[in-house]
C-alpha cells in the first residue's frame, strides 16, 4: 500500500533499524512531525475556500482539520525543545514540505476520500512508531539516555499543553503523543467514508455552541 511505502521510505531516510536510540528517535519524530502537520492544515484550506464559494457552513470539519495540524505542530515545538535539527535537517524539512505538501495538496482537490484514508493509515504507522519508542524507554536499562526520558521532566511547554503537571516526565509526553496520533487516525478513517453535509465526528459545532452557551450562562451567575 501507498502508507508501507511511504513508511519504507521514511525508515531509510532516518535510519530506523536495529538500535532505538535517543538521537535517532530525534531526528524521526522532528522530521516525521514537520510532515504530519501538512495534511490537515491543506484540508483546512481547501475547505475553507470551498465554504467561502459555496456560501455555508461545513458542519465543523474545517475547524477539526485546522487543530489536527495544530496538534501536530505542537508536538514537534515540543521535541525542538529536546533538540534543535542543524542547517541540513532544516533544509530536509523544507524539500520534504514542498514535495509532500504539493502532491497532497493536488491530490485532495482531486480525491478528499483517499486522502484521508491515506493519512489514517499513515497515522497507524505513526501509532506504530511512538510504540515502540514507549516500549524502549520502559525496557531502557538504567543508566541509559533512554531510560533517563522515564524520570526527565518533560518540557514546560508538554506540561502546559498536555496539562502533565508538574511531575510529568517525557515519557508522559510520549504516551500523551501517541494519544494524539490515534484520535487523528480514526478521525481520518471517519472522514473518508463522510458524505456532503455530514457532522465532524469530533468538535461537533452544535456541541460548541451549547458549551459556549452553558459557560455564558454560568458566568452571568456567578457574577
Known amino acids: 500500500t501507498a502508507s508501507k511505502g511511504v513508511r519504507f521510505l521514511f525508515d531509510a531516510a532516518t535510519g530506523w533499524n536495529g538500535e532505538i536510540t535517543t538521537q535517532k528517535i530525534m531526528s524521526r519524530v522532528i522530521y516525521l512531525e514537520t ?17 467561502l464559494r459555496a456560501m455555508s457552513r461545513d458542519g465543523g470539519m474545517l475547524n477539526m482539520f485546522l487543530e489536527e495540524a495544530l496538534n501536530e505542530r505542537m508536538h514537534l515545538l515540543t521535541f525542538v525543545t529536546m533538540r534543535n535539527p542543524g542547517f541540513f535537517f532544516r533544509l530536509a524539512v523544507l524539500g520534504g ?5 504539493t502532491f497532497y ?13 491515506f493519512v489514517g493509515y499513515v497515522e497507524e504507522e505513526a501509532c506504530s512508531t511512538y510504540t515502540k519508542i514507549i516500549k ?4 531502557a536499562p538504567e543508566g541509559t539516555d533512554l531510560a533517563a526520558w ?37 478521525v481520518n478513517h471517519i472522514a473518508s467514508n463522510l458524505k456532503r453535509g455530514d457532522i465532524a465526528p469530533v468538535g461537533n459545532p452544535q ?7 452553558r459557560k455564558y450562562v454560568k458566568d452571568l451567575i456567578n457574577t
Not at 97 to 101: K, L, S
Request: with cysteine; proline share 4%.
Open 35 to 51: 510532515i504530519a502537520a501538512v495534511p490537515g492544515m491543506v484540508a483546512g484550506i481547501i475547505r475553507h475556500f470551498k465554504s
Open 97 to 101: 514540505q514542498i514535495g509532500f505538501g
Open 105 to 117: 495538496l493536488i491530490a485532495y482537490i482531486i480525491s478528499p476520500q483517499f486522502c484521508h484514508t
Open 136 to 139: 524502549a524507554i520502559e525496557e
Open 150 to 186: 522515564r524520570t526527565e521532566a518533560a518540557p514546560k511547554i508538554a506540561k502546559s499543553y498536555w496539562h502533565l503537571g508538574t511531575d510529568g516526565t517525557v515519557l508522559d509526553t510520549i504516551y500523551a503523543i501517541r494519544a494524539d496520533e490515534a484520535e487523528h487516525r480514526d
Open 207 to 213: 456541541d460548541q455552541v451549547d458549551m459556549a452557551l
